[in-house]
């Protein structure tokens, strides 16, 4: 009879904010292990330590607090996947499920050897990546404070100047509206408010920018229209490795420049998951793809044919879906020409 000590095992880790739960089974489906632990990796550690030299690997979700799991056990050289949770459901049928059969499930998906991997981006440069995230929540909050604030003075009569010149206002500015006190204190602290996540927005803007300038990919994806320094930072760090691309098509569609639709006959029977891909990319092309008609006659001639076809929304996926395909030739050596939109 075949020992533990001699088979292969397989492990999954479900993980949560304040434990995990570990589960593993050998290469024909038994589970001959299973524990919650603490978030820590001694603790982790612990619990596997009987099991290592046996396991051919761990699949974990990919949650949002996956970094220090992953990170902690790969630089002990073990073999860590990490798994993508909108390709890894469990079957429908099943009556009961908990935290037990949800790392029991990882497990069983490598033992399978059909384990939905995500990609682990380097380590190295992952918070550079996280730093320009975080500047896009001030920006969108800078964004949404200055709407408030222009609302507040239409609200009393007032004709609002334009969010860059309302930028620069001060408290004088302020009283000087001659507003109930109160009026003129929401006032006081919008504009602050406006004004911090500006300085803040930049600090990381400027950062990053010191980073990633020398790096040439930066300036080759600049030559595709519509994208500048910002949107530019945000493709190059949000894509990591292109190589993991196959076709333009595939990045295209990580982008979620794509149709998600499902049909049967040539009927509409449905939609797949639309939200598969990268949220900021799919934000990024679509910022691009209503700047890049403005500054090209060819582009917005083609913009228009399609608008005028479907409508302004559909018109701007198509074209985000263009220039994202586009930006994967780029990125692959390929010298961008106008030939790779139309």
């Known amino acids: ?11 999954g880790a479900d993980l949560h ?11 024909e489906g038994t589970e001959v292990f299973r524990r919650r632990v603490r978030t820590t990796l001694d603790a982790v550690n612990e619990a596997m330590d009987p099991y290592w030299p046996q396991v051919q690997a761990m699949g974990i979700e990919s949650t ?15 073999d860590v996947r990490l798994g993508n949770p909108a390709k890894m459901k469990q079957y429908k049928g099943l009556k009961h499920a908990d935290d037990a059969s949800d790392a029991r499930w990882l497990a069983e998906l490598l033992r399978l050897d059909i384990f939905p991997e995500s990609y682990i981006y380097p380590k190295e440069v992952r918070s550079i990546r996280d730093a320009l995230r975080r500047r896009q929540l001030f920006v969108r909050r800078r964004t949404q404070v200055m709407l408030s604030l222009q609302s507040l003075l239409e609200r009393y009569g007032f004709k609002a100047p334009g969010s860059r010149a309302l930028q620069q206002w001060t408290q004088a ?19 602050e408010a406006v004004q911090c996540s500006e300085r803040l927005a930049g600090q990381i803007e400027s950062a990053v920018l010191g980073f990633i300038e ?21 493709i190059v760090l949000e894509s990591g490795n292109f190589a993991r691309f196959p076709n333009a098509g595939c990045y295209a569609s990580y982008c979620r420049a794509v149709k998600s639709e499902r049909s049967s006959n040539s009927r509409k029977k449905g939609e797949n998951n639309k939200r ?66 139309f």
């Not at 904010?17 to 290469?27: A, E, K, P, Q, Y």
């Not at 949002?64 to 073990?78: A, I, K, P, S």
């Not at 080759?220 to 949107?231: F, R, S």
């Open 1 to 11: 009879m075949q020992t533990t000590s001699a088979k292969e095992l397989y492990a």
């Open 17 to 27: 904010g304040n434990n995990v739960f570990l589960s593993i089974c050998d290469r």
């Open 64 to 78: 949002f607090n996956w970094y220090w799991l992953v990170d902690g056990l790969r630089e002990q050289n073990r």
């Open 173 to 191: 500015d302020a009283e000087a509206t001659g507003l109930d006190p109160f009026v003129q204190l929401q006032l006081r602290t919008l504009l």
């Open 214 to 234: 020398p790096n040439p990919s930066f300036e080759q994806v600049q030559t595709v229209p519509g994208i500048g320094k910002a949107l530019g930072m945000t």
């Open 276 to 341: 598969n891909g990268n949220p900021f990319l799919a934000w990024a092309f679509v910022e691009a793809a209503s700047f890049a008609p403005r500054f090209y006659p060819e582009i917005q001639s083609w913009y228009d044919r399609k608008k005028k076809k479907r409508n302004a929304i559909v018109a701007k996926k198509a074209l985000a879906a263009k220039l994202s395909k586009a930006v994967w030739h780029v990125m692959n050596g390929e010298e961008y020409v106008m030939g790779m939109l």
